[in-house]
Nanobody
Framework: QVQLVESGGGLVQAGDSLRLSCAAS????????MAWFRQAPGKEREFVAA????????YYADSVKGRFTISRDNAKNMVYLQMNSLKAEDTAVYYCATPFFDGMPKRPNVGSSYEYWGQGTQVTVSS
């Protein structure tokens, strides 16, 4: 059974940095793409970043491009989201996700491309 467990959220000030982690288990991690999504109160879930199986390809939402970096360590079954220059509008619950099928989804920025989700970790940025 696939399990995803996020960690690393917290309360920070605008301009600070934070690194989120997601531990995956239950299948061969390196065969599957990984992604981060977020959901702010009263808003729909939105795509943040995605990474291919090898880590050679990454995708970002325009709102985080240049500030956030997604990476993975296939030896440790971990995916990370390094968040720099945080803004108040980055406040949300952050979720990691992975698809049912191996490889990179055709639409990596769409939530329905992913079948497995973690429980989320709260990130709060004070201005």
């Amino acid at each position: 059974q696939v399990q995803l467990v996020e960690s690393g959220g917290g309360l920070v000030q605008a301009g600070d940095s934070l690194r989120l982690s997601c531990a995956a288990s239950g299948r061969t991690f390196s065969n599957y793409a990984m992604a981060w999504f977020r959901q702010a109160p009263g808003k729909e879930r939105e795509f943040v970043a995605a990474i291919s199986t090898s880590g050679g390809s990454t995708y970002y939402a325009d709102s985080v491009k240049g500030r956030f970096t997604i990476s993975r360590d296939n030896a440790k079954n971990m995916v990370y989201l390094q968040m720099n220059s945080l803004k108040a509008e980055d406040t949300a619950v952050y979720y990691c996700a992975t698809p049912f099928f191996d490889g990179m989804p055709k639409r990596p920025n769409v939530g329905s491309s992913y079948e497995y989700w973690g429980q989320g970790t709260q990130v709060t940025v004070s201005s």
